[in-house]
């Protein structure tokens, strides 16, 4: 099981970024996937999750809610973290795995600063 994330970089406050994430050794339309950030000292915090299959199940952090969205490709293996109006305490590693996280993306620098 592996995963490629893409995406990520410095905005200022108010900017988007688009996260990917590329699962491969496993059937993907049949696991749910999740994105999770983490800073320094802090653990690791579940932003955002979607459902196998469809993805019509989703859920997200109070704190990302409304600003955030989770989608999923499955034709191409694909997870997506869309983020917009982003605020500096969304600055974070972030991460996708499946819904066992068991496996992790290598992670994403997100900053978000003037």
């Known amino acids: 099981v592996k995963f490629v994330q893409s995406g990520g970089g410095s905005v200022q406050p108010g900017g988007s970024l688009r996260l990917s994430c590329v699962g491969s050794?496993?059937?993907?339309?049949?696991?749910?996937m999740r994105w999770y950030r983490e800073t320094p000292g802090a653990r690791r915090e579940l932003v955002a999750s979607?459902?196998?299959?469809?993805?019509?199940?989703?859920f997200y952090s109070p704190s990302v809610r409304g600003r955030f969205t989770i989608s999923r490709d499955n034709d191409k293996n694909t997870v997506y973290l869309q983020m917009n109006n982003l605020q500096p305490e969304d600055t974070a590693v972030y991460y996708c795995?499946?819904?066992?996280?068991?496996?992790w993306g290598q992670g994403s620098q997100v900053t978000v600063s003037l």
């Open positions: 979607i459902s196998d299959e469809g993805g019509s199940n989703t």
């Open positions: 795995t499946t819904n066992n996280a068991n496996n």
């Open positions: 050794g496993f059937t993907f339309r049949l696991f749910g």
